[in-house]
């Protein structure tokens, strides 16, 4: 399956895209592990539950792995978790700040295009006076305003 981060580095070169499927590195990535906490929280808020053991069980499972794994650079490694843990945490905030209580849905798609499946999910879809408003949860930048 290919994400829409796939196909934009495909687009800007096929080579670049094979490269980092073949040789991922399995360094937690920062950025990356942020938005997976905030997409959890919000996914459980939107779901009636509490949002903070999300983020707490993302970062539980992080440390816990990096633990294992024994890396050199591990006490960077947890600083660097712990961090993205706390931007999570004023992240989610912000977006339940500005959204919180607006009723709406998630919706994910796939199609295939000439044998690629496609996949992707809008994370969140209001309507507000009448009108569809599109919420993509961007974790790379900072909070709502």
């Not at 495909?10 to 040789?23: G, I, V």
């Not at 999300?54 to 960077?76: Q, Y």
């Amino acid at each position: 399956m290919l994400h829409f981060s796939d196909m934009l580095t495909f687009w800007d070169c096929p080579r670049a895209l094979a490269y980092s499927l073949e040789w991922r590195d399995l360094r937690p990535d920062k950025a990356m592990l942020r938005g997976s906490m905030v997409h959890a929280a919000l996914r459980d808020h939107y779901d009636g539950k509490e949002w903070p053991p999300a983020i707490h069980t993302l970062l539980e499972e992080t440390l816990a792995a990096v633990a294992v794994a024994k890396r050199e650079d591990a006490e960077r490694v947890n600083s660097d978790v712990l961090q993205a843990a706390e931007d999570a945490r004023k992240m989610t905030q912000a977006y339940l700040d500005k959204y919180g209580d607006t009723p709406g849905v998630t919706l994910a798609t796939e199609t295939v295009l000439t044998d690629v499946r496609i996949a992707g999910t809008a994370d969140r879809i209001f309507v507000v006076k009448e009108k569809g408003i599109l919420v993509e949860y961007k974790t790379s930048e900072r909070p709502p305003i």
